[in-house]
Protein backbone atom coordinates (compact mmCIF):
# COMPACT_ATOMS: atom_id res chain seq x y z
CA UNK A 1 0.00 0.00 0.00
CA UNK A 2 2.83 2.17 0.31
CA UNK A 3 3.41 4.85 -2.05
CA UNK A 4 -0.15 3.65 -3.61
CA UNK A 5 0.01 8.06 -4.81
CA UNK A 6 3.22 8.60 -6.00
CA UNK A 7 1.42 8.07 -9.54
CA UNK A 8 -0.43 11.53 -8.86
CA UNK A 9 2.95 13.67 -10.18
CA UNK A 10 3.37 12.20 -13.60
CA UNK A 11 -0.95 12.18 -13.82
CA UNK A 12 -1.77 13.75 -17.13
CA UNK A 13 -4.80 11.61 -17.97
CA UNK A 14 -7.11 14.71 -16.45
CA UNK A 15 -8.14 13.00 -13.05
CA UNK A 16 -5.63 15.35 -11.06
CA UNK A 17 -6.56 18.58 -13.63
CA UNK A 18 -7.30 22.07 -12.45
CA UNK A 19 -11.29 21.68 -11.88
CA UNK A 20 -10.77 18.84 -9.28
CA UNK A 21 -8.19 20.75 -7.85
CA UNK A 22 -10.26 23.87 -7.51
CA UNK A 23 -13.34 21.68 -6.52
CA UNK A 24 -11.65 20.47 -3.31
CA UNK A 25 -10.33 24.03 -2.85
CA UNK A 26 -13.95 25.39 -2.87
CA UNK A 27 -15.13 22.58 -0.49
CA UNK A 28 -12.77 23.36 1.78
CA UNK A 29 -12.90 27.15 1.69
CA UNK A 30 -16.79 27.62 1.16
CA UNK A 31 -17.94 31.32 -0.19
CA UNK A 32 -14.11 32.73 -0.20
CA UNK A 33 -15.22 33.60 -4.08
CA UNK A 34 -12.44 36.31 -4.16
CA UNK A 35 -9.69 33.36 -3.00
CA UNK A 36 -11.00 31.04 -5.74
CA UNK A 37 -10.24 33.73 -8.67
CA UNK A 38 -7.16 34.41 -7.32
CA UNK A 39 -6.07 30.66 -6.79
CA UNK A 40 -7.62 29.66 -10.43
CA UNK A 41 -5.78 32.31 -12.12
CA UNK A 42 -2.50 31.52 -10.41
CA UNK A 43 -3.21 27.68 -11.53
CA UNK A 44 -3.74 27.93 -14.49
CA UNK A 45 -0.69 29.83 -15.34
CA UNK A 46 1.37 27.63 -13.66
CA UNK A 47 -0.32 23.91 -14.62
CA UNK A 48 1.72 23.41 -17.80
CA UNK A 49 5.06 24.35 -15.97
CA UNK A 50 3.94 22.02 -13.25
CA UNK A 51 3.69 19.06 -15.65
CA UNK A 52 7.35 19.17 -16.20
CA UNK A 53 8.41 19.55 -12.68
CA UNK A 54 6.76 15.90 -11.13
CA UNK A 55 8.44 17.23 -7.95
CA UNK A 56 6.33 19.76 -7.14
CA UNK A 57 3.38 17.30 -7.39
CA UNK A 58 5.09 14.66 -5.46
CA UNK A 59 5.44 17.16 -2.55
CA UNK A 60 2.18 18.36 -2.60
CA UNK A 61 3.19 22.16 -3.31
CA UNK A 62 0.07 23.05 -4.45
CA UNK A 63 -1.89 22.10 -1.57
CA UNK A 64 -0.02 23.42 1.04
CA UNK A 65 0.90 26.58 -1.36
CA UNK A 66 -2.89 27.24 -1.01
CA UNK A 67 -3.39 26.64 2.75
CA UNK A 68 -2.65 29.50 5.23
CA UNK A 69 0.28 28.96 7.26
CA UNK A 70 -2.05 30.18 10.34
CA UNK A 71 -4.74 32.95 10.55
CA UNK A 72 -5.59 35.34 13.61
CA UNK A 73 -8.87 36.44 14.00
CA UNK A 74 -9.64 38.83 16.85
CA UNK A 75 -11.92 41.53 18.64
CA UNK A 76 -10.77 45.16 18.19
CA UNK A 77 -13.03 46.82 21.06
CA UNK A 78 -13.12 50.42 20.91
CA UNK A 79 -14.81 53.59 22.12
CA UNK A 80 -15.96 56.48 20.30
CA UNK A 81 -15.37 60.31 21.21
CA UNK A 82 -19.12 59.98 22.75
CA UNK A 83 -17.92 57.05 25.13
CA UNK A 84 -19.78 54.80 22.58
CA UNK A 85 -18.60 50.97 22.96
CA UNK A 86 -17.99 49.00 19.31
CA UNK A 87 -16.05 46.31 17.90
CA UNK A 88 -14.72 45.61 15.01
CA UNK A 89 -13.26 42.18 13.58
CA UNK A 90 -9.27 42.72 12.99
CA UNK A 91 -7.37 39.45 10.66
CA UNK A 92 -3.75 38.82 10.34
CA UNK A 93 -3.29 36.18 7.30
CA UNK A 94 -0.44 34.89 7.56
CA UNK A 95 -0.05 32.96 4.35
CA UNK A 96 3.73 31.84 3.68
CA UNK A 97 6.92 32.18 4.83
CA UNK A 98 9.33 29.96 2.27
CA UNK A 99 11.67 32.84 1.44
CA UNK A 100 11.51 35.38 4.27
CA UNK A 101 9.47 36.91 7.56
CA UNK A 102 5.72 37.52 6.72
CA UNK A 103 5.26 41.02 4.77
CA UNK A 104 2.40 42.43 3.34
CA UNK A 105 -0.35 45.45 4.22
CA UNK A 106 -3.17 46.13 6.67
CA UNK A 107 -6.30 47.44 5.21
CA UNK A 108 -9.35 49.18 6.97
CA UNK A 109 -12.19 49.50 5.29
CA UNK A 110 -16.04 47.96 5.78
CA UNK A 111 -15.70 45.56 2.93
CA UNK A 112 -12.47 43.48 4.91
CA UNK A 113 -13.67 40.06 5.54
CA UNK A 114 -11.63 36.52 5.59
CA UNK A 115 -12.04 35.86 1.84
CA UNK A 116 -10.44 39.27 0.78
CA UNK A 117 -7.67 39.08 3.00
CA UNK A 118 -6.88 35.36 2.01
CA UNK A 119 -7.15 36.63 -1.63
CA UNK A 120 -4.87 39.52 -1.05
CA UNK A 121 -2.45 37.60 1.04
CA UNK A 122 -2.11 34.80 -1.72
CA UNK A 123 -1.56 37.30 -4.14
CA UNK A 124 1.44 38.86 -1.73
CA UNK A 125 2.85 35.62 -1.61
CA UNK A 126 4.16 35.80 -5.41
CA UNK A 127 4.65 39.79 -5.46
CA UNK A 128 7.14 39.81 -2.85
CA UNK A 129 8.44 36.22 -4.20
CA UNK A 130 9.13 38.50 -7.45
CA UNK A 131 10.53 41.21 -5.81
CA UNK A 132 14.07 39.24 -5.06
CA UNK A 133 13.74 40.15 -2.10
CA UNK A 134 13.58 37.83 1.04
CA UNK A 135 10.05 38.21 2.14
CA UNK A 136 6.93 36.04 2.80
CA UNK A 137 3.53 36.77 1.92
CA UNK A 138 0.84 37.29 4.36
CA UNK A 139 -2.28 40.55 4.88
CA UNK A 140 -4.01 41.90 7.64
CA UNK A 141 -6.25 44.40 8.85
CA UNK A 142 -10.31 44.99 10.12
CA UNK A 143 -14.02 45.80 9.44
CA UNK A 144 -13.58 49.24 10.34
CA UNK A 145 -14.17 52.26 8.53
CA UNK A 146 -12.01 55.59 9.66
CA UNK A 147 -13.69 57.52 6.94
CA UNK A 148 -15.83 60.46 9.22
CA UNK A 149 -13.87 59.13 12.54
CA UNK A 150 -11.58 61.45 14.44
CA UNK A 151 -7.51 61.60 15.27
CA UNK A 152 -8.37 59.92 18.24
CA UNK A 153 -10.82 57.68 17.58
CA UNK A 154 -8.46 56.14 14.65
CA UNK A 155 -5.55 56.81 17.66
CA UNK A 156 -7.69 54.45 19.96
CA UNK A 157 -9.04 51.61 17.19
CA UNK A 158 -5.42 51.03 16.21
CA UNK A 159 -3.75 50.91 19.84
CA UNK A 160 -6.53 48.57 20.22
CA UNK A 161 -5.91 46.60 17.09
CA UNK A 162 -2.35 46.04 18.32
CA UNK A 163 -3.09 45.41 21.39
CA UNK A 164 -3.75 41.50 20.05
CA UNK A 165 -1.54 41.47 16.97
CA UNK A 166 1.36 42.85 18.64
CA UNK A 167 1.86 38.99 20.02
CA UNK A 168 2.18 37.54 16.56
CA UNK A 169 4.16 40.18 14.67
CA UNK A 170 7.97 40.69 14.83
CA UNK A 171 11.11 42.69 12.98
CA UNK A 172 12.03 38.39 12.01
CA UNK A 173 8.78 36.66 11.88
CA UNK A 174 5.67 39.38 10.21
CA UNK A 175 6.20 42.76 9.55
CA UNK A 176 2.95 44.84 8.34
CA UNK A 177 2.25 48.25 6.77
CA UNK A 178 -0.09 50.31 5.29
CA UNK A 179 -2.84 49.23 2.60
CA UNK A 180 -6.48 51.08 1.74
CA UNK A 181 -7.52 53.02 4.69
CA UNK A 182 -4.06 52.48 6.64
CA UNK A 183 -1.34 55.33 6.31
CA UNK A 184 1.39 56.89 8.05
CA UNK A 185 -0.89 58.29 10.28
CA UNK A 186 -2.28 54.79 11.45
CA UNK A 187 1.18 53.18 10.87
CA UNK A 188 2.47 55.67 13.83
CA UNK A 189 -0.16 54.83 15.97
CA UNK A 190 0.14 51.26 15.34
CA UNK A 191 4.14 51.49 16.39
CA UNK A 192 3.65 53.60 19.30
CA UNK A 193 1.14 51.17 20.70
CA UNK A 194 3.73 47.90 19.59
CA UNK A 195 6.61 50.05 21.14
CA UNK A 196 4.87 50.51 24.45
CA UNK A 197 3.57 46.76 24.53
CA UNK A 198 6.78 45.19 23.33
CA UNK A 199 9.40 47.72 25.09
CA UNK A 200 11.82 47.28 22.08
CA UNK A 201 12.29 49.81 18.43
CA UNK A 202 12.81 47.58 15.85
CA UNK A 203 11.80 47.70 12.11
CA UNK A 204 8.26 45.79 12.98
CA UNK A 205 6.40 47.80 10.30
CA UNK A 206 7.32 49.58 6.98
CA UNK A 207 5.60 52.60 6.31
CA UNK A 208 6.88 54.84 8.89
CA UNK A 209 7.17 58.19 8.56
CA UNK A 210 11.05 59.67 7.91
CA UNK A 211 11.79 61.04 10.93
CA UNK A 212 11.31 57.31 13.30
CA UNK A 213 12.75 54.85 10.69
CA UNK A 214 10.63 55.32 7.66
CA UNK A 215 12.67 55.14 4.50
CA UNK A 216 12.70 57.76 1.91
CA UNK A 217 10.31 57.03 -1.04
CA UNK A 218 7.99 54.36 0.37
CA UNK A 219 5.07 56.60 0.48
CA UNK A 220 5.76 57.41 -3.62
CA UNK A 221 7.13 53.69 -4.13
CA UNK A 222 3.90 51.53 -5.04
CA UNK A 223 2.51 54.96 -7.27
CA UNK A 224 6.24 55.43 -8.81
CA UNK A 225 6.54 51.18 -9.25
CA UNK A 226 3.79 51.43 -11.33
CA UNK A 227 4.93 53.64 -13.80
CA UNK A 228 8.18 52.40 -13.97
CA UNK A 229 6.87 48.99 -14.76
CA UNK A 230 5.01 51.05 -17.92
CA UNK A 231 7.99 52.42 -18.76
CA UNK A 232 9.73 48.99 -19.27
CA UNK A 233 6.78 47.50 -21.31
CA UNK A 234 7.13 50.52 -23.14
CA UNK A 235 10.67 50.13 -23.79
CA UNK A 236 10.77 46.72 -25.21
CA UNK A 237 8.59 48.26 -27.93
CA UNK A 238 10.75 51.05 -28.63
CA UNK A 239 8.29 53.64 -27.10
CA UNK A 240 8.00 56.07 -23.83
CA UNK A 241 5.14 57.31 -21.92
CA UNK A 242 5.78 60.94 -23.44
CA UNK A 243 2.66 62.67 -24.93
CA UNK A 244 0.77 59.44 -23.81
CA UNK A 245 -2.95 60.19 -22.09
CA UNK A 246 -3.11 58.51 -19.08
CA UNK A 247 -6.50 57.52 -17.05
CA UNK A 248 -6.23 56.80 -13.47
CA UNK A 249 -8.74 55.47 -10.98
CA UNK A 250 -8.47 55.94 -7.10
CA UNK A 251 -6.78 59.25 -5.34
CA UNK A 252 -5.01 57.68 -2.07
CA UNK A 253 -1.79 56.93 -1.97
CA UNK A 254 -1.13 54.89 -5.19
CA UNK A 255 -3.23 56.93 -7.76
CA UNK A 256 -1.39 59.96 -6.30
CA UNK A 257 2.75 58.59 -6.69
CA UNK A 258 1.52 57.01 -9.78
CA UNK A 259 -0.03 60.46 -11.25
CA UNK A 260 3.29 62.43 -10.17
CA UNK A 261 5.66 59.88 -12.11
CA UNK A 262 3.54 60.03 -15.04
CA UNK A 263 3.43 63.32 -15.14
CA UNK A 264 7.21 64.11 -15.00
CA UNK A 265 7.19 61.39 -17.36
CA UNK A 266 5.58 63.64 -20.11
CA UNK A 267 2.57 62.17 -19.92
CA UNK A 268 -0.92 63.95 -19.47
CA UNK A 269 -3.13 62.41 -16.61
CA UNK A 270 -6.55 63.15 -17.03
CA UNK A 271 -8.65 61.28 -14.57
CA UNK A 272 -9.09 60.28 -10.64
CA UNK A 273 -11.69 59.06 -9.04
CA UNK A 274 -13.09 58.10 -4.93
CA UNK A 275 -15.80 55.75 -4.44
CA UNK A 276 -18.27 58.59 -5.25
CA UNK A 277 -17.56 59.80 -8.62
CA UNK A 278 -14.60 60.46 -11.34
CA UNK A 279 -13.14 63.47 -12.13
CA UNK A 280 -12.20 64.20 -15.95
CA UNK A 281 -9.82 66.89 -16.79
CA UNK A 282 -8.77 66.67 -20.09
CA UNK A 283 -6.41 69.79 -20.33
CA UNK A 284 -4.47 67.15 -17.93
CA UNK A 285 -3.59 66.98 -13.58
CA UNK A 286 -0.45 69.12 -13.81
CA UNK A 287 2.00 69.04 -10.94
CA UNK A 288 -0.18 71.83 -9.69
CA UNK A 289 -3.39 70.38 -9.17
CA UNK A 290 -1.80 67.24 -8.07
CA UNK A 291 -0.67 69.32 -4.87
CA UNK A 292 -4.35 70.40 -4.44
CA UNK A 293 -5.04 66.63 -4.40
CA UNK A 294 -3.24 65.59 -2.15
CA UNK A 295 -3.95 68.27 0.18
CA UNK A 296 -7.45 67.69 -0.34
CA UNK A 297 -6.82 63.84 0.86
CA UNK A 298 -4.29 63.89 2.86
CA UNK A 299 -4.92 66.19 5.27
CA UNK A 300 -8.53 67.71 4.60
CA UNK A 301 -9.40 64.15 4.08
CA UNK A 302 -12.39 65.62 1.72
CA UNK A 303 -13.74 63.96 -1.76
CA UNK A 304 -12.54 64.19 -5.31
CA UNK A 305 -15.62 65.99 -6.47
CA UNK A 306 -13.97 69.15 -5.19
CA UNK A 307 -11.19 69.09 -7.67
CA UNK A 308 -14.00 69.41 -9.82
CA UNK A 309 -15.41 72.84 -8.68
CA UNK A 310 -12.24 74.04 -7.73
CA UNK A 311 -10.87 73.57 -11.49
CA UNK A 312 -14.47 73.43 -13.42
CA UNK A 313 -14.00 70.03 -14.85
CA UNK A 314 -16.36 67.79 -15.53
CA UNK A 315 -17.56 65.49 -12.48
CA UNK A 316 -19.11 61.67 -13.14
CA UNK A 317 -21.20 60.76 -9.91
CA UNK A 318 -20.75 56.96 -8.98
CA UNK A 319 -18.64 57.01 -12.56
CA UNK A 320 -15.13 55.29 -13.18
CA UNK A 321 -12.77 56.56 -15.74
CA UNK A 322 -13.21 53.26 -18.13
CA UNK A 323 -14.90 55.06 -20.70
CA UNK A 324 -12.44 57.78 -21.33
CA UNK A 325 -10.58 57.69 -24.16
CA UNK A 326 -6.68 57.15 -23.20
CA UNK A 327 -3.38 55.53 -23.95
CA UNK A 328 -2.54 53.80 -20.76
CA UNK A 329 -5.26 53.34 -17.96
CA UNK A 330 -3.91 52.94 -14.56
CA UNK A 331 -6.40 51.16 -11.91
CA UNK A 332 -4.97 52.64 -8.56
CA UNK A 333 -8.39 52.23 -6.03
CA UNK A 334 -9.71 48.93 -5.66
CA UNK A 335 -9.65 44.97 -6.45
CA UNK A 336 -12.48 44.02 -9.46
CA UNK A 337 -13.58 47.69 -10.46
CA UNK A 338 -12.45 46.87 -14.19
CA UNK A 339 -15.35 44.64 -15.57
CA UNK A 340 -15.67 43.05 -18.99
CA UNK A 341 -17.70 45.80 -20.26
CA UNK A 342 -15.24 48.77 -18.81
CA UNK A 343 -12.34 46.69 -20.78
CA UNK A 344 -14.05 46.63 -24.32
CA UNK A 345 -14.43 49.98 -23.83
CA UNK A 346 -11.09 50.78 -22.89
CA UNK A 347 -10.31 48.43 -25.88
CA UNK A 348 -12.46 50.00 -28.07
CA UNK A 349 -11.55 54.07 -27.34
CA UNK A 350 -8.03 52.94 -27.87
CA UNK A 351 -6.11 51.96 -25.26
CA UNK A 352 -3.35 50.00 -25.90
CA UNK A 353 -1.74 49.41 -21.89
CA UNK A 354 -3.22 48.42 -18.93
CA UNK A 355 -1.02 48.60 -15.11
CA UNK A 356 -2.85 47.20 -12.04
CA UNK A 357 -1.68 50.32 -9.07
CA UNK A 358 -4.23 48.33 -7.02
CA UNK A 359 -4.72 44.63 -6.21
CA UNK A 360 -6.41 42.71 -8.33
CA UNK A 361 -8.88 45.37 -9.93
CA UNK A 362 -9.17 43.54 -13.14
CA UNK A 363 -12.04 40.70 -13.55
CA UNK A 364 -10.60 37.40 -14.76
CA UNK A 365 -12.82 38.13 -18.01
CA UNK A 366 -11.38 41.74 -18.28
CA UNK A 367 -7.93 40.18 -18.02
CA UNK A 368 -9.26 37.79 -21.27
CA UNK A 369 -10.03 40.38 -23.53
CA UNK A 370 -7.38 42.54 -22.62
CA UNK A 371 -4.46 39.66 -23.34
CA UNK A 372 -7.16 38.72 -26.86
CA UNK A 373 -6.38 42.54 -28.29
CA UNK A 374 -3.01 42.26 -27.49
CA UNK A 375 -2.90 45.16 -24.81
CA UNK A 376 -0.32 45.61 -22.59
CA UNK A 377 -1.42 44.17 -19.56
CA UNK A 378 0.81 44.27 -16.03
CA UNK A 379 -0.86 42.24 -13.06
CA UNK A 380 -0.41 44.03 -9.81
CA UNK A 381 1.58 41.34 -8.30
CA UNK A 382 4.17 42.57 -10.81
CA UNK A 383 3.62 46.36 -11.83
CA UNK A 384 2.40 47.29 -7.98
CA UNK A 385 5.37 45.48 -6.24
CA UNK A 386 7.04 48.42 -5.94
CA UNK A 387 5.34 48.99 -2.31
CA UNK A 388 6.50 46.15 -0.94
CA UNK A 389 9.93 46.41 -2.23
CA UNK A 390 10.79 49.54 -1.03
CA UNK A 391 8.87 48.45 2.58
CA UNK A 392 11.42 45.43 1.95
CA UNK A 393 14.26 48.40 1.77
CA UNK A 394 13.11 49.91 4.70
CA UNK A 395 13.76 46.63 6.45
CA UNK A 396 17.19 46.46 5.43
CA UNK A 397 17.91 49.92 6.68
CA UNK A 398 16.24 49.71 10.01
CA UNK A 399 18.38 46.26 10.54
CA UNK A 400 21.59 47.89 9.34
CA UNK A 401 20.63 51.08 11.69
CA UNK A 402 20.51 53.85 8.60
CA UNK A 403 19.15 55.70 5.92
CA UNK A 404 19.73 56.21 2.30
CA UNK A 405 19.12 59.01 0.01
CA UNK A 406 16.16 59.00 -1.87
CA UNK A 407 18.00 58.86 -5.42
CA UNK A 408 19.65 55.83 -3.75
CA UNK A 409 16.47 54.12 -3.25
CA UNK A 410 15.07 55.28 -6.14
CA UNK A 411 17.25 53.72 -7.94
CA UNK A 412 17.09 50.38 -6.49
CA UNK A 413 13.09 50.80 -6.56
CA UNK A 414 14.15 51.48 -10.52
CA UNK A 415 16.35 48.24 -11.22
CA UNK A 416 13.55 45.98 -9.18
CA UNK A 417 10.72 47.19 -11.49
CA UNK A 418 13.34 46.76 -14.44
CA UNK A 419 14.45 43.08 -12.83
CA UNK A 420 10.15 42.12 -12.16
CA UNK A 421 9.38 43.40 -15.91
CA UNK A 422 12.61 40.69 -17.16
CA UNK A 423 10.91 38.01 -15.06
CA UNK A 424 8.15 38.59 -16.63
CA UNK A 425 9.68 38.46 -20.15
CA UNK A 426 11.24 34.79 -19.46
CA UNK A 427 8.33 33.52 -17.91
CA UNK A 428 5.41 34.87 -20.12
CA UNK A 429 6.81 35.65 -23.86
CA UNK A 430 4.27 33.84 -26.36
CA UNK A 431 6.90 33.92 -29.36
CA UNK A 432 5.02 36.06 -31.37
CA UNK A 433 5.98 39.43 -29.91
CA UNK A 434 3.20 39.52 -27.33
CA UNK A 435 4.02 39.18 -23.26
CA UNK A 436 1.71 37.58 -21.37
CA UNK A 437 2.67 39.15 -18.03
CA UNK A 438 0.12 37.48 -16.42
CA UNK A 439 1.52 34.21 -17.05
CA UNK A 440 5.15 35.48 -16.67
CA UNK A 441 4.52 37.40 -13.26
CA UNK A 442 2.56 33.85 -12.11
CA UNK A 443 4.96 30.82 -12.63
CA UNK A 444 8.26 33.54 -12.17
CA UNK A 445 6.93 34.13 -8.64
CA UNK A 446 5.42 30.72 -7.82
CA UNK A 447 9.01 28.58 -8.72
CA UNK A 448 10.99 30.71 -6.31
CA UNK A 449 8.37 30.17 -3.71
CA UNK A 450 7.87 26.04 -4.97
CA UNK A 451 11.36 25.79 -5.03
CA UNK A 452 12.10 27.08 -1.15
CA UNK A 453 9.31 25.17 0.56
CA UNK A 454 11.09 21.69 -1.34
CA UNK A 455 13.81 22.90 0.26
CA UNK A 456 12.83 23.28 3.52
CA UNK A 457 10.85 19.84 3.89
CA UNK A 458 7.15 19.04 4.67
CA UNK A 459 6.43 21.97 7.30
N1 LIG B 1 -0.33 51.49 -0.45
C1 LIG B 1 0.49 50.61 -1.00
O1 LIG B 1 1.72 50.68 -0.83
C2 LIG B 1 -0.04 49.54 -1.87
C3 LIG B 1 -1.37 49.51 -2.23
N2 LIG B 1 -1.79 48.57 -3.15
C4 LIG B 1 -3.18 48.53 -3.57
O2 LIG B 1 -3.52 49.76 -4.20
C5 LIG B 1 -4.92 50.04 -4.02
C6 LIG B 1 -5.07 51.42 -3.41
O3 LIG B 1 -4.40 51.46 -2.17
P1 LIG B 1 -3.96 52.83 -1.47
O4 LIG B 1 -3.80 53.88 -2.49
O5 LIG B 1 -2.85 52.50 -0.57
O6 LIG B 1 -5.22 53.13 -0.56
P2 LIG B 1 -5.82 54.55 -0.10
O7 LIG B 1 -6.69 54.25 1.05
O8 LIG B 1 -4.75 55.55 0.04
O9 LIG B 1 -6.71 54.97 -1.36
C7 LIG B 1 -7.68 54.13 -1.86
C8 LIG B 1 -8.41 54.85 -2.97
O10 LIG B 1 -9.27 53.92 -3.63
C9 LIG B 1 -10.63 54.36 -3.49
N3 LIG B 1 -11.49 53.21 -3.21
C10 LIG B 1 -11.39 52.35 -2.15
N4 LIG B 1 -12.38 51.46 -2.21
C11 LIG B 1 -13.11 51.76 -3.29
C12 LIG B 1 -14.26 51.20 -3.89
N5 LIG B 1 -14.86 50.13 -3.36
N6 LIG B 1 -14.71 51.77 -5.04
C13 LIG B 1 -14.10 52.85 -5.58
N7 LIG B 1 -13.00 53.43 -5.05
C14 LIG B 1 -12.52 52.89 -3.94
C15 LIG B 1 -10.63 55.29 -2.30
O11 LIG B 1 -11.75 56.15 -2.35
P3 LIG B 1 -12.59 56.47 -1.00
O12 LIG B 1 -11.74 57.46 -0.27
O13 LIG B 1 -13.87 57.02 -1.49
O14 LIG B 1 -12.74 55.18 -0.28
C16 LIG B 1 -9.29 55.99 -2.49
O15 LIG B 1 -9.36 56.98 -3.47
C17 LIG B 1 -5.46 48.89 -3.18
O16 LIG B 1 -5.91 47.87 -4.04
C18 LIG B 1 -4.21 48.38 -2.45
O17 LIG B 1 -4.34 47.04 -2.03
C19 LIG B 1 -0.93 47.70 -3.74
C20 LIG B 1 0.39 47.69 -3.41
C21 LIG B 1 0.91 48.54 -2.36
O1 LIG C 1 4.60 47.31 1.99
C1 LIG C 1 4.13 46.26 2.33
O2 LIG C 1 4.60 45.50 3.15
C2 LIG C 1 2.82 45.75 1.77
C3 LIG C 1 2.29 46.44 0.59
C4 LIG C 1 1.03 45.76 0.21
O3 LIG C 1 0.17 45.54 1.05
C5 LIG C 1 0.84 45.28 -1.13
O4 LIG C 1 1.81 45.13 -1.87
O5 LIG C 1 -0.32 45.02 -1.51
Not at 93 to 117: C, M, Q, T, W
Amino acid sequence: MKNHNKNKSVNHSGTYSIDSFMKKLKTKNPGENEFHEVVHEVLESVWDMLQDHPTYFRANILDRITEPERIIMFRVPWTDDEGEVHVNRGYRVEFNSAIGPYKGGLRFHPSVNLDILKFLAFEQIFKNSLTTMPMGGAKGGANFDPKGKSDSEIMRFCQSFMTELYRHIGHNTDVPAGDIGVGKREIGYLFGQYKRLQNEYTGVLTGKALEWGGSKLRPEATGYGTVYFVREMFALRNETLEGKTVTISGSGNVAQYAAEKAIQLGAKVISLSDSDGTVHDPDGIDEEKLKYVMHLKNVERGRIREYARKYDVRYIENGTPWNLSCDVALPCATQNEINADDAAALVKNGCGCVAEGANKPAQREAIRIFLENEVLFGPGKAANAGGVAVSGLEMTQNEMRIQWLRKEVDSKLEDIMKEIHSSCVAYGDTGNGYINYPQGANIAGFIKVADAMLHQGVV
